[in-house]
């Protein structure tokens, strides 16, 4: 069983900018596919980025241009910097991981834009 723990959300104003951050139990060298999703009242959840172990990222057409999502190897985490935020990103946002055929997800952390 892989954890994954969350943190870094919280209010911001439109134009304003939140980095995520997502810290694995299981070293992100085993981890074949890191991302995030997010879910946002009364909508299914739906993919923000991915980033493989080997390959390229991918990202959400809106999110394209303004999200960018990293592993850091040193410090085994994950992040999703979010930039020039929208009222529409607003959302509960999860990190998910695949080892394997198993896929896991965080408990979620809330990102709200508004002013």
């Known amino acids: 069983q892989v954890q994954l723990v969350e943190s870094g959300g919280g209010l911001v104003q439109p134009g304003g900018s939140l980095r995520l951050s997502c810290s694995p139990s299981?070293?992100?060298?085993?981890?074949?596919?890191m991302g995030w999703f997010r879910q946002a009242p009364g909508k299914q959840r739906e993919l923000v980025a991915t980033s493989r172990r080997v390959g390229n990222s991918n990202y959400a057409d809106a999110v394209k241009g303004r999200f960018t999502i990293s592993r850091d190897f040193v410090k085994n985490m994950v992040y999703l910097q979010m930039n020039s935020l929208k009222p529409e990103d607003t959302a509960v946002y999860y990190c998910y991981g695949k080892h394997i055929l198993d896929d896991y997800w965080g408990q979620g952390t809330q990102v709200t834009v508004s002013s």
């Open positions: 299981l070293s992100i060298f085993n981890m074949d596919t």
